[in-house]
C-alpha cells in the first residue's frame, strides 16, 4: 500500500514539474529565437530552392548583424533551421514536425505549391507562424482554409494566369494565345486566372495542352501551335521544364510567327537558355534585381540592401525566391516587434490589422491572408547578349502590376 502512494506521489510530482516546466518554457523571454525554412533542396526545382535558401540565409544574418528583432526585453537574434522536403508533401510534414518539436517559432520555405498547401492544414495544429516562401495553391485562400496563423506574400497561380492575359492585350497587343498548361492544380489554376481575365479584355485562347512535370517532348503542343499561328505561344511551366518547353519552340520556329510567354520566370530560367532563345521570351516574375531603364526610385530604395549584400555574399545577385524569402524574415521581424511577442496569434493579429512598406511597395493582408501590393508582378523581357552587363543580367524590367485586380474577389473566395 505504501508502495503504491508512493507511486502516485511520486506521479502526481511528475505532472506538477510537467506542468511547471511548460508554463516556465511558455513565458520564457528568449535571447535567440528558432525559425524553420524547408524547401525543396534535392528534385526537380533544386536550383530554385538553393537561391531560396540563400535569401533566408541572407536575411538571418542581415537580422542579427543589425542587432536582432527589438523585443521588449531586450534584442533577439534568430537562428534558421534549414531542412530538405525533397519536393514531396509527406516528407515535406515530417520535417515540419520535428521542426516544430524543436523549438520554431516560425516557418517558411516551399517550391512546390502542393507542399505549402499540405503545411497550411498541418499548420492548424500548431502554433506556429507560417509565411509560405512560393506561389501557394488558390484553395490555400478559399474561406475556411487559410489557418489562423498562415500569411502569403504570394498570390496563387489565378494571379500569373490573369496577369499573363492582361499583359498579353494591354503590351503585346495579342488577339489570341496557345496555352502549354501543366496537369495539375498549377496549370489548371492558371487557366482559370487566364479565364476570368477574357471576360475582360479582347482575346482567346485558340488551343491548349497539358503536360506533366518533367516532360522532355513537348512537340504534341509545339507541333499544333504552329499549325494554329497564335499572336502568342504561352507555358506555365517553371524551371527545368521552362527551359525545355521554350527551347524547343524555338527549334521549331514558333517565334518567327508568335511570341513567346512565359508566365512564371525567373533569373535561374533566364540564365539556361541559350541567349538566342532568351532575347525573345517575354514573362512574369516576382523580383529582378536591375531596375535600369524603369524608373521607380521607391521600389530601388527599398531592394537597394538585399541586392548589394546578397550580391557581395554569393557572388550573384537575389532571384525571385530569394527575394520572397528575404520579405518572410523582413516581415516577420517587424510583426514581432509590433506584437511585443513570438506568441503566432499576437504575431497574426499585427498582420491582419496593419499595412507594410515593403519591396514590393504599401501592401496589406486582405481578409483571404494573401498579401496585396502595388508591385506585385513585373512583366520582363529577354535581353540580347549585347545589352547584358554580365551573365546575371538576363531581363529588361517593361512594367509592374498589382492590387486587387490581379486576384479572385473574396466573394469568389467564399467570403
Not at 99 to 121: H, M, Q, T, W
Not at 292 to 314: A, C, H, R, V, W
Request: with cysteine; proline share 3%.
Amino acid at each position: 500500500m505504501k508502495k503504491m502512494q508512493f507511486l502516485v506521489f511520486l506521479l502526481v510530482c511528475t505532472a506538477v514539474l510537467f506542468v511547471a516546466c511548460g508554463k516556465q518554457k511558455k513565458e520564457e523571454k528568449p535571447s535567440v529565437i528558432k525559425f524553420g525554412f524547408g524547401t525543396s533542396s534535392t528534385g526537380t526545382f533544386a536550383a530554385v530552392a538553393q537561391d531560396q535558401n540563400r535569401g533566408a540565409e541572407y536575411a538571418t544574418a542581415a537580422i542579427n548583424d543589425a542587432g536582432g528583432i527589438k523585443m521588449p526585453w531586450g534584442s533577439v537574434k534568430i537562428e534558421t533551421l534549414f531542412r530538405d522536403d525533397e519536393t514531396k508533401v509527406d516528407v515535406a510534414i515530417r520535417r515540419f514536425r520535428e521542426l516544430v518539436e524543436d523549438g520554431i517559432v516560425g516557418f517558411s520555405g516551399a517550391v512546390f505549391n502542393p507542399v505549402a498547401g499540405a503545411l497550411n492544414e498541418e499548420n492548424k495544429l500548431s502554433n506556429i507562424v507560417y509565411l509560405p516562401g512560393c506561389v501557394p495553391a488558390l484553395d490555400s485562400f478559399r474561406k475556411g482554409n487559410p489557418s489562423d496563423i498562415t500569411y502569403s506574400l504570394v498570390f496563387s497561380p489565378w494571379t500569373l494566369g490573369y496577369t499573363t492575359v492582361k499583359v498579353l492585350s494591354e503590351q503585346l497587343n495579342a488577339k489570341t494565345f496557345y496555352y502549354v498548361s501543366r496537369s495539375d492544380s498549377w496549370g489548371r489554376t492558371m487557366r482559370d486566372g487566364m479565364l476570368a481575365a477574357m471576360k475582360k479584355y479582347d482575346i482567346k485562347m485558340i488551343g491548349e495542352r497539358e503536360f506533366n512535370v518533367g516532360t522532355v517532348d513537348w512537340s504534341a503542343a509545339i507541333n499544333e501551335a504552329n499549325k494554329l499561328s497564335p499572336d502568342v505561344f504561352v507555358s506555365c511551366h517553371y524551371g527545368g521544364d521552362s527551359v525545355s518547353v521554350m527551347k524547343q519552340a524555338y527549334d521549331a520556329g514558333i517565334h518567327k510567327k508568335s511570341k513567346l510567354f512565359n508566365s512564371w520566370t525567373s533569373t535561374v530560367v533566364g540564365l539556361a537558355l541559350p541567349n538566342e532563345v532568351l532575347r525573345e521570351i517575354h514573362g512574369l516574375t516576382f523580383f529582378y534585381h536591375n531596375f535600369e531603364g524603369y524608373s521607380n526610385p521607391q521600389l530601388e530604395n527599398s531592394t537597394k540592401d538585399l541586392i548589394e549584400g546578397f550580391t557581395k555574399k554569393f557572388n550573384q545577385p537575389p532571384d525571385s525566391y530569394a527575394a520572397i524569402a528575404y520579405m518572410v524574415y523582413d516581415l516577420f521581424k517587424e510583426a514581432a516587434e509590433k506584437a511585443g511577442s513570438f506568441d503566432a496569434k499576437k504575431i497574426a493579429a499585427v498582420l491582419n490589422s496593419n499595412s507594410f512598406n515593403t519591396m514590393k511597395g504599401k501592401g496589406y493582408f486582405r481578409e483571404s491572408h494573401e498579401f496585396i501590393a502595388d508591385h506585385m508582378l513585373f512583366y520582363v523581357r529577354g535581353k540580347p547578349a549585347s545589352e547584358m552587363k554580365d551573365r546575371f543580367d538576363v531581363f529588361k524590367i517593361i512594367g509592374s502590376y498589382g492590387g486587387e485586380e490581379l486576384v479572385p474577389s473574396l466573394k469568389d473566395l467564399g467570403y
